[in-house]
């Protein structure tokens, strides 16, 4: 039997409050790794037309959310933390390219934030990773892909701050 998104939800929110710390949050890419390793929960988390953003779960209590991402062609992003969360991508299909940034200067005002690329790496379907809070990353898709993410707090209601890439 396919593992249901509430159980994944209980999953995480066991370890979160079993240690709401960096530990935790690897105990979750586990359990993220894990649930995409089952095609049953893939495919009632991200049936055919879910948009590119959608809430499957948040946490009443510790904030977290699952959501289900769903992307058609290519799309790619800008240079972006998740300000004071953490956010964990879990690839179910197609491929990411990720790139990893320095920061060379936070946004200030009306002015963006600088940052450096450092290096790239590929997120294939089963593959978790963890953004801790602050961390620059920027994921490009070059064909269609569906992922999983949790964020430690609903991005919906967070401002973020923008970044340019320089070289």
Known sequence: M???I????TQCR???????GPSGRVQVVHL???ALKDAGFVAAALPEGTPE???LYEDPDLGFTILAHAYVGA??????????SWAIYGQAEGETVMTDFDCLARPDGERPGKAKPVRDYVLQPGDAYLYEPGVLHAPRRDGSTKLIRIEGLNMDRVKRLPYEAVE
């Open 14 to 20: 066991q370890a979160l409050l079993a240690d709401p």
């Open 2 to 4: 396919a593992l249901t």
């Open 6 to 9: 509430e159980q994944f939800a």
């Open 53 to 55: 953003r959608k809430v």
């Open 75 to 84: 799309k790619g992003s800008k240079p972006h933390d998740h300000g004071p």
């Open 32 to 34: 993220v790794q894990e």
